[in-house]
């Protein structure tokens, strides 16, 4: 059974930074790529990066592309999301993902509230 803690989230100025982590039990960097989604009011859930687990290759969505930086800790099977220069259309839920590697199959986090001011 996968588990996902996510933390980091809060409120930010825009401009600003926030940090997110996601602790994976269950799930390593060996057998799992990892990712961040987000789901703003209204709207449907979208990528945000993703990371394999060599972690040798990372993919972004255009709109976080430069800003934000995801990162990984094989040790700890934590996956991070670096966000900089953050505005106010990065307010959403955002929820790490992990996808295992041989069925395809994704497990989602809680999500964590990140609000952007403007």
């Known amino acids: 059974q996968v588990q996902l803690v996510e933390s980091g989230g809060g409120l930010a100025q825009a401009g600003g930074s926030l940090r997110l982590s996601c602790a994976a039990s269950?799930?390593?960097?060996?057998?799992?790529?990892m990712g961040w989604y987000r789901q703003a009011p209204g709207k449907e859930r979208e990528f945000v990066a993703s990371?394999?687990?060599?972690?040798?290759?990372?993919n972004y969505a255009d709109s976080v592309k430069g800003r934000f930086t995801i990162s990984g800790n094989n040790d700890k099977s934590t996956v991070y999301l670096q966000m900089n220069s953050l505005k106010p259309e990065d307010t959403a839920i955002y929820y790490c993902?992990?996808?295992?590697?041989?069925?395809?199959?994704?497990?989602w986090g809680q999500g964590t509230q990140v609000t952007v001011s403007s």
């Open positions: 269950g799930c390593t960097f060996g057998n799992c790529n």
């Open positions: 990371i394999t687990w060599r972690g040798d290759s990372t």
């Open positions: 993902n992990v996808r295992r590697i041989s069925t395809g199959y994704d497990y």
